[in-house]
């Protein structure tokens, strides 16, 4: 895709990354800061074993990963994504899954529409995992 050809058919909140970022700031930053500002205690870009979790909670075992439209595919932006990206993503699932982890992922438009509901998903998925590690 050329940059003129996904702005003609791109919905809003739907934008290439390098776009979003010299555009808005990409609000998966507005997203980290609004994690990192509560009391919710989440590292960036956490390494288990040969994969990077864009926000982990190592204590909780939650991942949350933010995908980029354009780059993991988006059925709802129109962007089928790059193989790789869907194979690793499956197996990066596959793997922390495996290690007892939840993984929470959010699309790029989601969080460009709606950051707070994205912030409210992850308060949620803490508030599961809690209760599914600790009992209610």
């Not at 996904?6 to 930053?29: D, H």
Request: charged share 25%; glycine share 8%.
């Amino acid at each position: 895709y050329t940059l003129s050809a996904m702005k003609s058919r791109t919905p809003a909140g739907c934008i290439p990354f390098s776009q979003a970022t010299l555009q808005y700031g990409f609000n998966a930053k507005n997203l980290r800061k609004l994690i990192h500002e509560g009391t919710l205690k989440f590292q960036t870009e956490f390494l288990l074993g040969y994969y990077r979790i864009d926000e982990a909670d190592p204590k909780l075992k939650l991942a949350v990963e933010v995908d980029g439209c354009y780059w993991h595919g988006c059925v709802d932006c129109g962007f089928p994504g790059l193989r790789s990206n869907h194979s690793l993503d499956k197996r990066k699932n596959s793997y922390l899954e495996s290690q007892g982890w939840r993984v929470l992922r959010l699309k790029e438009h989601e969080i460009n529409l709606d950051v707070e509901s994205c912030v409210e998903r992850v308060v949620k998925a803490i508030s599961q995992q809690k209760e599914a590690l600790n009992g209610p």
